[in-house]
C-alpha cells in the first residue's frame, strides 16, 4: 500500500540525484498518486498540476502564470522530470516492509483521540486521512494536504508514537510558557472564537505579518494552536486554537 510514496523514500535514502527544491513537490505528488491509486505518474502529471491549481488549460503557462515566483521553478522540475526516475518510482521493487504487525499496532495507536493532532496540529476530522507507514524513512513524519483528496501522513516505523499520545507536565510548562506572551494569548483567544488568516490576525491585532508569524510559530509549537483544513483556497491558510488542548491542560491540573 503506497508503494509509490515508499519508492520516492527510497530512493531518497539511497541519494538518488534529486534537486533539493524538487524534494518537497515531488513528494507531495507521490501522495497524491498513492491516494488516488495512481500508478501512471508521468501520465498524471498534467492532471496533478491543473487539479493543485484549480484550473485547466496548458500546464506550463498555469505554472508561468503563478504569481509567486518561488513556485515556478519547482513546478517546472517537476513537469520535466527525468524518464529515469519516472521508472523508478513506478517499477522499483521494495526489498522490505514493515512487519505487518507492528504497523497494525501503529496505525491502532495514531487512531487513538487527539493523537494525530497533537503530531502535525491539524485536525483531520473534517478530511480523509491516509496513513503510511514507512520503512525506508524510519525516524521521521511527513503530512501533505491536497485539495479535494485529504490528508496524508507518512510515519517512519521507529516513531515512539506513544509521546503524541497524551499530554505531560512539559506539555503543560511550554502552553503557559507560549501564553505568557500577551500578544500570543490575544491571538489564542482571538483563534478560539473564529478561524483566522496570518493577514487578519496582523490586522486586527495591530502587528507586522512576520511578528503574527512568530507567535503562531510558538502557539503551533506548544500545540495550542493549529492549520484549518478548509475546501476553499486561494484567501490563505487559516488558523484555529485547539480546544482540546486547552481540556487535556486542565485535567494535568486536575481542575
Not at 522530470?81 to 504497523?103: H, S
Not at 505579518?209 to 483544513?229: D, F, M, P, Q, R
Amino acid at each position: 500500500m503506497f508503494e509509490i510514496y515508499e519508492r520516492l523514500q527510497i530512493l531518497l535514502k539511497d541519494g538518488e540525484l534529486i534537486e533539493p527544491e524538487l524534494i518537497g513537490p515531488l513528494e507531495t505528488y507521490c501522495a497524491w498518486a498513492s491516494m488516488n491509486e495512481i500508478k501512471d505518474l508521468k501520465g498524471n502529471i498534467e492532471i496533478y498540476i491543473k487539479n493543485m491549481l484549480e484550473a485547466d488549460g496548458e500546464p506550463l503557462k498555469l505554472i508561468l502564470d503563478l504569481a509567486e515566483e518561488s513556485q515556478k521553478s519547482p513546478l517546472i522540475k517537476l513537469l520535466y522530470l527525468d524518464e529515469k526516475i519516472w521508472d523508478k518510482l513506478e517499477n522499483m521493487k521494495i526489498e522490505e516492509r514493515v512487519d505487518p504487525k507492528k504497523r497494525e499496532e501503529m496505525l491502532k495507536k495514531l487512531k487513538e483521540p487527539g493523537t494525530i493532532y497533537r503530531m502535525i496540529a491539524v485536525d483531520p476530522s473534517d478530511s480523509k486521512l491516509f496513513i503510511h507507514i514507512s520503512k525506508s524513512s524510519p525516524n521521521k513524519f511527513n503530512m501533505h494536504y491536497i485539495m479535494n483528496s485529504g490528508i496524508f501522513l507518512s510515519v517512519g516505523e521507529n516513531i515512539d508514537i506513544e509521546k503524541f499520545s497524551k499530554r505531560t507536565e512539559e506539555d503543560l510548562i511550554s502552553a503557559f510558557k507560549a501564553l505568557s506572551d500577551e500578544n500570543r494569548l490575544k491571538i489564542f483567544r482571538m483563534l478560539l472564537e473564529e478561524s483566522m488568516t496570518t493577514s487578519q490576525i496582523a490586522e486586527k491585532i495591530g502587528l507586522t505579518l512576520s511578528t503574527v508569524n512568530h507567535h503562531l510559530k510558538s502557539l503551533i509549537s506548544a500545540n495550542l494552536v493549529g492549520l484549518e483544513i478548509s475546501s476553499h483556497t486561494g484567501k490563505g491558510a487559516k488558523y484555529l486554537s485547539n480546544k482540546n488542548a486547552l481540556r487535556d491542560l486542565f485535567e494535568l491540573l486536575d481542575l
